[in-house]
């Protein structure tokens, strides 16, 4: 048995144990680079947030190879940061409705199940959040902006709760994970409305009520 504080190399055999067997061969390098670099982490992470912008690659069903070097992409992005930092996020850029293809998303999700706080930007409207998402919905703004607000936000609230096995989240840690994404979300959502409230008004045009 290993004790309470296994050696980091104790912690890459055990996680290398949940890889499977029926992952592509690039998913598997993808899942055990990130594995290994999280098991080599230390308390010595910066308190300054890790934030990384990652847009999402075109795609068509059936493509193995393109779906294998998304989710590479994200773990490993998601290792560099949880090795620097011990507040990190991601800005995943999707097409104009925000969507992300399966892997990515699949990927994204993971990293939320680490404690990692995820933005899903969307080029037009902001895509409605699904029951079983863990991410935090943005659109119509430059990623650059949206990562800067995440980078507050992580700051200011902390990051997400990790779950003790993010393969096998229980629906307390979802749910933990989930109160303090709607902290966020509505960061960005206040965020959203005063950076259109502008266009809004201009739109609008002159008020007949407003004149002498």
Request: aromatic fraction near 4%.
């Amino acid at each position: 048995m290993w004790s309470e504080s296994p050696t980091p190399l104790h912690r890459t055999r055990w996680h290398a144990a949940c890889i499977e067997p029926r992952m592509t061969p690039l998913r598997r390098l993808a899942t055990a680079a990130t594995l290994f670099v999280l098991a080599l982490a230390t308390t010595a992470r910066a308190e300054t947030p890790g934030t990384a912008i990652i847009y999402d690659a075109p795609w068509a069903p059936g493509d193995a190879s393109r779906s294998g070097a998304a989710e590479f992409t994200v773990l490993l992005s998601v290792a560099q940061l949880r090795h620097q930092h011990s507040r990190a996020g991601i800005v995943a850029v999707g097409t104009n409705n925000g969507l992300l293809q399966p892997a990515t998303e699949d990927a994204l999700t993971r990293a939320a199940l680490m404690g990692v706080a995820v933005v899903r930007l969307a080029g037009s409207a902001k895509p409605p959040a699904l029951p079983d998402d863990l991410f935090i919905e943005a659109a119509s703004q430059p990623a650059l902006i949206v990562e800067k607000l995440l980078a507050d936000c992580l700051t200011r609230f902390g990051p997400p709760p990790a779950a003790a096995d993010p393969a096998k989240p229980t629906p307390g840690e979802t749910a933990a994970i989930r109160r303090m994404i709607s902290r966020y979300q509505l960061a960005f959502d206040a965020a959203h409305a005063l950076l259109h409230a502008p266009n809004v008004a201009l739109a609008m045009g002159p008020r007949d009520d407003l004149e002498d």
